[in-house]
């Protein structure tokens, strides 16, 4: 009987297995935890009402206070060389605007690739947010995909967001 709970605490102590997900014509994958699901149009439209919303987003809640999301833009003009000055057009257009606290900025390497980080906080009409914003490119297209969270409750997600960035890969 110890046996069998002792398994039973071990199964359900245990951390949740996390999703790969496949975008982007399977150039984009990453490590998807598994509390998280595919944000609804309307979702996306509610959270990121720009005139350009990401193409993919996922969550944990209703309330959209943790999520993660992405986007693919085709250009013949993109390549690789290019990512530092892009990242750099990218960080200068974020880092300006009013409310933007920017922590960190520039080239890293995830899974052998190089991507271009920007670490922010960004004062939001609800409250202010945590971002982790990565640009991958290829021949071609770039990829910009972000991870964030309420300031509220980052310290007890960041952990977990920054594992999602670390499962990136771009092909």
Do not use: C
């Amino acid at each position: 009987m110890r046996r069998v709970l002792f398994f039973l605490l071990l199964f359900v102590a245990a951390p949740a297995v996390a999703e790969p997900v496949r975008l982007f014509d399977n150039a984009l994958s990453f490590d998807l935890p598994s509390a998280f699901r595919p944000m609804t149009a309307a979702d996306i439209a509610k959270k990121y009402p720009a005139q350009q919303p990401p193409q993919h987003g996922y969550t944990d809640s209703d309330t959209l206070g943790v999520t993660i999301v992405a986007t693919r833009n085709v250009n013949p003009a993109h390549t690789p060389d290019k990512l530092k000055a892009f990242g750099e057009t990218v960080q200068r257009s974020i880092g300006g605007r009013a409310g933007i606290t920017m922590h960190h900025h520039g080239v890293v390497s995830i899974g052998g690739a190089e991507w271009y980080a920007l670490d922010f906080a960004a004062e939001t009409a609800n409250e202010p947010v945590e971002n982790r914003l990565r640009i991958g490119i290829r021949q071609g297209y770039v990829v910009i995909f972000s991870v964030n969270a309420t300031t509220r409750v980052f310290p007890q997600r960041e952990a977990e967001l920054l594992r999602v960035l670390e499962s990136l890969k771009l092909d």
